[in-house]
Structures are given as C-alpha cells and as structure tokens.
C-alpha cells in the first residue's frame, strides 16, 4: 500500500543534542511537508519542498533544518537552537496537480527532551 | 491576513447525536476549505473539501458547505458513531502564494 512512513514514533533527544526525524513516502508525490502540533494549536509549517532538492522555509522554520536529495524522503533535523523542541511532528506529501494540499500525513513522531 | 478559527472543545457527544464544529476563516480571494481527521495516535487524514463558494463537500455522513457570504465552512453529521471520535482541524488554502492554514482543532468524544 502507499503512503508516508515517519520513524521513530517516538524520539527522546538529550540538551544540546541534535536528532533527525524520517519521512519516507512511496506516492511518487512532487512536494512533501513538515508541521509542528503542540497542544492547543493547530499545526504549524517548518519547511516544505515542492520538488527535489529545493525547498522553502515555513512560519516557524528557526531551529530545524531539512533536506530532500531523493523524491521519496524528506527527513527533519531537529538542531539543539531549537529550544522547545518537545512536540508531535507530522509529515506530508501531495501531488503538484493538486495545488500545495497536503492530502497524506504519516502517523507522526512525538519527540521529548530528557 | 489569512486565517482559521474553529470552536474550541472538547466537544462530548452521546452516540446517534447531530454533530457541528463550526469553522470560520479569514482569506485574501477565493480560497479552497478543507477538513481533516485525526484518529488517537494517527496522522492526519483529508475528511471533505470544497474549492469554491456554495460547494458541499462530503464524506463519511459528514458535510460541509462553502459559505461565502458568512465566511464559513462548518461540519456536519447527522448521527456520530463512537468510531468518529478523533481530532478535526478546518483548513484553507489561499492560491495566492500558495498558503495552506490549519485550524487549532476541536476534540470529539462520542460516548455509547
């Protein structure tokens, strides 16, 4: 079956310490997407990429940093400048026709500091 | 600017309850609305949408109908299940730019 897969599901990151957090999807979708879901708010855009190896800062990029060499990844970096890091993270990918919706997230990867 | 604002939850409902979750936005021209779902321990998942005014998206028994002259695209359904229990987040994209808005969400729990 197709989809997104995001691992780990669950990530714990010591202060100072950077942790990368995958995405991996198998649609053959042009642009691919990661939020940032805290309690309380909606979901928020860190980076997008519309095609490989280009993408664009989001609303709340400071912290994060991401790479797409490959159509199928999309994986995030979570650097220690990132000082509130504790979060549930989702990926997303959608096909160009459809304009930049998000149509397929991955079930997620909650991240916690020590 | 361009944004989204739902009612706040938790919302509880007994099961074959009428279901609303108002969402109304704020946009620069024409935008497209969407709604997602989110399952306890899931990612997201496109619900409905509707790409232009008077539309009704629908899915599921849910519906939604595309406003414009109250700015609003609330979700309906006439008798939730306890299956329908989840996270729903109202969304729009703004083609100028491309932007794409989430909602906060609102929490349903149906109970038996």
């Known amino acids: 079956d197709g989809g997104i897969t995001q691992s780990p599901k669950y990530l714990f990151r010591k202060e100072g310490q950077n942790v990368t957090l995958s995405c991996e999807q198998n649609?053959?979708?042009?642009?691919m997407y990661w939020y940032r879901q805290d309690p309380g708010q909606g979901l928020r855009l860190i980076y997008y990429?519309?095609?490989?190896?280009?993408?664009q800062k989001g609303d709340i990029a400071e912290g994060y940093s991401v790479s797409r060499e490959k159509k199928e990844s999309f994986p995030l970096t979570v650097t220690s400048a990132q000082k509130n890091p504790t979060a549930f993270y989702l990926c997303?990918?959608?096909?160009?026709?459809?304009?930049?919706?998000?149509?397929?997230f991955g079930d997620g990867t909650r991240l916690s500091i020590l | 600017g361009n944004s989204v604002t739902q009612m706040e939850g938790p919302v509880t409902l007994s099961e074959e309850a009428f279901l609303t979750i108002n969402c109304t936005y704020t946009?620069?021209?024409?935008?497209?609305l969407f709604w997602y779902v989110q399952y306890p321990g899931e990612g997201l998942q496109l619900l409905l949408k509707?790409?232009?005014?008077?539309d009704k998206g629908s899915n599921k028994g849910f519906e939604a109908t595309y406003r414009k002259e109250t700015t609003s695209f609330h979700l309906e359904k006439g008798s939730v299940q306890v299956s329908d229990s989840a996270v729903y987040f109202c969304?729009?994209?703004?083609?100028?730019?491309?932007?794409?808005?989430f909602g906060t969400g609102t929490s349903l729990t149906v109970i038996p």
């Open positions: 969304a729009l994209l703004v083609y100028q730019g491309n932007q794409f808005y």
């Open positions: 509707a790409t232009k005014a008077d």
């Open positions: 649609l053959n979708h042009d642009a």
């Open positions: 990429s519309q095609i490989v190896n280009d993408f």
């Open positions: 946009a620069t021209g024409y935008p497209s």
């Open positions: 997303a990918s959608s096909s160009q026709d459809l304009g930049l919706q998000p149509q397929h």
